[in-house]
């Protein structure tokens, strides 16, 4: 197909066969896009009649005015992702001598000499961990469609120079992200393996859900899930092969121990209808959100797992157009665990303090 100078959406229509649906198996139209003086090259990932998210072969996603576009082409192959080799070559030339490249299952990590290999090593076993975790609960898990791609800073600097090179705004104190719209892990090495290890888990895991159909990069997802699953994650116990028995063996001890204290002391009473509706205690208070989002979601996946599940399938299938107002989240929520809130909340209190005697 000829290159087009019309607005996308009236060209899209034009071609069918970029609007029909896709069936299963069948791989989407690989497209050149000109907006403004930029050249992309990659798939419709998702649109209305005013936006697209579209999706680069790197896996990398952005969202797009569609008057912005001022021309487009279809290509005669079809879209795939990059391959590992391609991902590694890439990376290599994006980040120079001075870094390494490994690969490891899913994973392509980009991190100092002699390093990059143990992590590779690490964030394919989180993977494997995490998969295995939650099919076993009974929750549908697919295989990421891109391999994904971790970035281990020797030090703050550079990587404080990657953020601004990636124009990604990060609070202060940040060590480490995962960022949807990029698809990658960025971090940097610490005095102490133990904290590189605990960020590595953490951004890891956000990285795994959005990859594996448990989140979806682009509809809007309550924090508390998002973060709530990660610091359940982030617990040796809930991961390991073997299994335990108690949730006293499965639990993340530090989300606890500050979840304890601040139900104990700043907690407003009848306050889970507020914090699953909207985000507002994770900037007025992270520590205490944190703690709550790991309580709730702890909780939900040892007593009412396959309710958890259809949430979370639920969340991830939004109109990723839609806003997700405080009445839509709590309408979702109340649909995959009653509307009997404040009974729902004493179950779920309970349980946290029940923990503490075994």
Same mark, same amino acid.
């Given at each position: 197909m000829n290159s087009r100078r019309l607005p996308l959406v009236v060209a899209l229509i034009l071609c069918g066969c970029v609007l029909a649906p896709i069936e299963a198996g069948e791989l989407a139209p690989l497209l050149d896009l000109t907006v403004g003086d930029h050249q992309l090259t990659g798939r419709v990932f998702a649109h209305n009649d005013q936006t697209c998210w579209?999706?680069?072969?790197?896996?990398?996603?952005?969202?797009?005015?569609?008057?912005?576009?001022?021309?487009?082409?279809?290509?005669?192959?079809?879209?795939?992702?990059?391959? &590992?080799?391609?991902?590694?070559?890439?990376? *290599?030339?994006? /980040?120079?001598?001075?870094?390494?490249? @490994?690969? =490891? $299952?899913?994973?392509?990590?980009?991190?100092?000499?002699?390093?990059?290999?143990?992590?590779?090593?690490?964030?394919?076993?989180?993977?494997?961990?995490?998969?295995?975790?939650?099919?076993?609960?009974?929750?549908t898990i697919v295989d990421s469609e891109f391999p994904l791609v971790a970035v281990v800073f020797p030090d703050q600097l550079s990587f404080l120079k990657y953020c601004a090179a990636e124009r990604t705004p990060i609070q202060p104190g940040t060590v480490g992200f995962y960022l949807p719209?990029?698809?990658?892990?960025?971090?940097?090495?610490?005095?102490?393996?133990?904290?590189?290890?605990? &960020?590595?888990?953490?951004?890891?895991?956000? *990285?795994?859900? /959005?990859?594996?159909?448990?989140?979806? @990069?682009? =509809? $809007?997802?309550?924090?508390?899930?998002?973060?709530?699953?990660?610091?359940?994650?982030?617990?040796?116990?809930?991961?390991?092969?073997?299994?335990?028995?108690?949730?006293?063996?499965?639990?993340?001890?530090?989300?606890?121990?500050?979840?304890?204290?601040?139900?104990?002391?700043?907690?407003?009473?009848?306050?889970?209808?507020?914090?699953?509706?909207?985000?507002?205690?994770?900037?007025?208070?992270?520590?205490?959100?944190?703690?709550?989002?790991?309580?709730?979601?702890?909780f939900l996946l040892e007593t009412r797992p396959a309710d958890y599940s259809q949430y979370l399938s639920r969340l991830s299938e939004r109109d990723p157009f839609a806003p997700y107002e405080a009445a839509s989240r709590l309408a979702d929520f109340t649909k995959a665990f009653g509307p009997n809130l404040a009974e729902l909340e004493m179950m779920y209190l309970r349980f946290i303090k029940r923990i503490a005697q075994h």
């Open positions: 579209f999706q680069r072969r790197d896996g990398r996603l952005k969202q797009l005015e569609l008057a912005h576009v001022s021309q487009f082409k279809e290509r005669k192959e079809r879209f795939r992702p990059q391959s &590992t080799i391609e991902f590694k070559q890439e990376l *290599q030339t994006e /980040f120079g001598k001075n870094f390494e490249v @490994r690969t =490891a $299952g899913h994973y392509v990590v980009v991190a100092r000499p002699g390093s990059a290999e143990a992590y590779a090593g690490l964030f394919d076993r989180i993977y494997r961990e995490f998969v295995r975790l939650f099919r076993a609960r009974g929750l719209s990029s698809n990658r892990v960025a971090l940097f090495e610490r005095a102490g393996a133990a904290d590189v290890d605990h &960020t590595v888990i953490h951004e890891a895991i956000h *990285q795994v859900a /959005f990859n594996t159909g448990i989140h979806s @990069r682009i =509809a $809007g997802q309550p924090k508390w899930v998002v973060e709530g699953l990660a610091t359940m994650c982030e617990a040796d116990g809930i991961r390991s092969r073997l299994g335990t028995t108690s949730p006293a063996d499965r639990m993340n001890r530090e989300r606890f121990l500050w979840f304890r204290d601040y139900a104990n002391t700043r907690r407003a009473g009848d306050s889970l209808t507020q914090f699953v509706s909207e985000d507002q205690l994770f900037t007025s208070s992270p520590l205490d959100a944190y703690s709550e989002a790991w309580a709730l979601s702890f």
